[in-house]
């Protein structure tokens, strides 16, 4: 356990799925160099298969005892869908003025799954009873991380000073145990690079003092990011003195930080003749128990009390929050502190308080492979991972 931990909260009452935080993690770290098929930061139609697909099947975290359960490692191809590109060239010179004015749009490689493949489909009898809501989901930096149990490597470790869960880029070998080992599927295989990587929480970006890239950009304005200790955030106030935030599959054993509010309002159902059903619910209370256990019904009860109660008073703390009128109020990050920390540990001024990060023959080198790799990646669980060269690539040093 980390002497601090950092969480995030996410409002699911407020989630568009517009994707903006989707894209803004995946221009800032994952459109290159063998990350281009990993969300660090996705958000998922629920219920649907998700990304990976059928994540929540994958095994992986822990049993009651607190030992490590065996987990499937997707295949990039069929779970997580190859990134694809549209015949544009082959348009761009199509002649329309012969034969067939249909010059057929179509994808240059087979597609069988993706982020986002099932967006907006949900389950129901539409238009009477049918249901979704947007799940965003990043590595949830856990307090006990499935990841870091399952490496072999000691190649995962979690900050002291703010929990955050990295990769020893220099110890990981791309055996991907920890890929099996984690229940959310939140760390992925580099094929470019035979190692493993995953959501940094925009580390460079905390250390001084902004919140991670898929919060600042939040149109939603659904997230909350803070020290769980700290009283006076209100990533605090939503998880402890309300308690309307709670974890993802809590029974995965892993204690993840990253919390949420539970979808409280949903459209109501229709009758046969298209007429309201006062006081029905379209989300099945069920499907929210298996995502967040039984505090569902406490947090659900809390924001619906302190929604009428600010109706009739005009009065609510926790509608205030919710709302989430400044950016400055929803991320309560400590610039201050990491320098006093950075001090103590004497590195360069506004260096990465973890170098283990950032240093290494595997960070520090530019050359890349003429070869690119494949996406069915070259390493074993016996750890005779191949490398396309050990050669590395500029993502890993944007965080020097
Ligand atoms: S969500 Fe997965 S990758 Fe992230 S810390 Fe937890 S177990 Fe590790
Ligand atoms: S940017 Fe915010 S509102 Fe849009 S999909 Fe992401 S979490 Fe949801």
């Known amino acids: 356990m980390s002497k601090r931990q950092l969480a995030m909260v996410m409002d699911l009452n407020k989630c568009i799925g517009c994707q903006t935080c989707t894209v803004a993690c995946k221009t800032q770290w994952t459109n290159r160099n063998g990350r281009e098929y990993m969300y660090w930061n996705n958000v998922e139609t629920y219920p649907g298969d998700g990304y990976p697909k059928k994540w929540m099947e994958l095994g992986g975290g822990f049993d009651k005892a607190g030992d490590l359960q065996e987990g499937i490692i997707p295949n ?84 002291d000073e703010d929990g955050v869960v990295l990769v020893d880029l220099d110890r990981c070998n791309g055996y991907r145990y920890c890929i099996a080992g984690c229940p959310y599927k939140k760390i992925y295989f580099n094929p470019k690079i035979s190692k493993s990587e995953k959501c940094i929480l925009c580390f460079p970006r905390i250390e001084q003092g902004l919140p991670p890239a898929c919060a600042q950009q939040c149109v939603g304005r659904i997230r909350f990011v803070g020290f769980l200790d700290d009283q006076e955030s209100q990533v605090y106030k939503l998880v402890t003195k309300f308690k309307v935030a709670i974890p993802l599959r809590k029974d995965y054993g892993t204690q993840p930080n990253v919390y949420y509010v539970p979808p409280t309002e949903a ?20 499907e929210l128990v298996k ?89 074993t669980h016996e750890g005779n991972a191949t490398h396309e060269g050990n050669t590395t690539d500029e993502g890993n040093t944007t965080h020097a």
């Not at 459209?267 to 069920?286: H, L, N, T, V």
């Not at 506004?350 to 170098?355: E, F, G, R, T, V």
Request: hydrophobic share 30%; with cysteine.
């Open 76 to 159: 990039i191809q069929a779970d997580y869908g190859v990134p694809w590109d549209y015949n544009y060239e082959e348009l761009a010179t199509f002649d329309f003025t012969k034969g067939s004015s249909t010059a057929g749009f179509h994808a240059t490689t087979d597609t069988t799954w993706g982020p986002n493949w099932d967006e907006d489909e949900g389950k129901g009898d539409f238009p009477n009873d049918n249901y979704f809501f947007y799940l965003p989901r990043i590595c949830n930096h856990c307090t006990n991380p499935g990841c870091l149990s399952a490496c072999p490597r000691d190649a995962i470790f979690k900050r």
């Open 267 to 286: 459209p109501a159902k229709f009758d046969a003749d298209g007429k309201i059903i006062e006081g029905s619910d379209r989300i099945p209370i069920k």
């Open 291 to 379: 995502l967040f256990g039984e505090d569902v019904h406490h947090a659900i009860k809390t924001v619906k009390a302190e929604k009428k109660k600010r109706a009739e008073t005009g009065e609510s703390e926790l509608m205030d929050i919710l709302i989430a009128y400044q950016h400055a109020d929803m991320f309560r990050l400590d610039a201050n502190y990491y320098q006093e920390v950075a001090k103590s540990k004497e590195p360069k001024p506004l260096a990465p308080i973890d170098d283990r990060y950032a240093k290494g023959k595997f960070t520090l080198e530019f050359t890349l492979p003429e070869s690119h790799g494949t996406h069915e990646g070259n390493a």
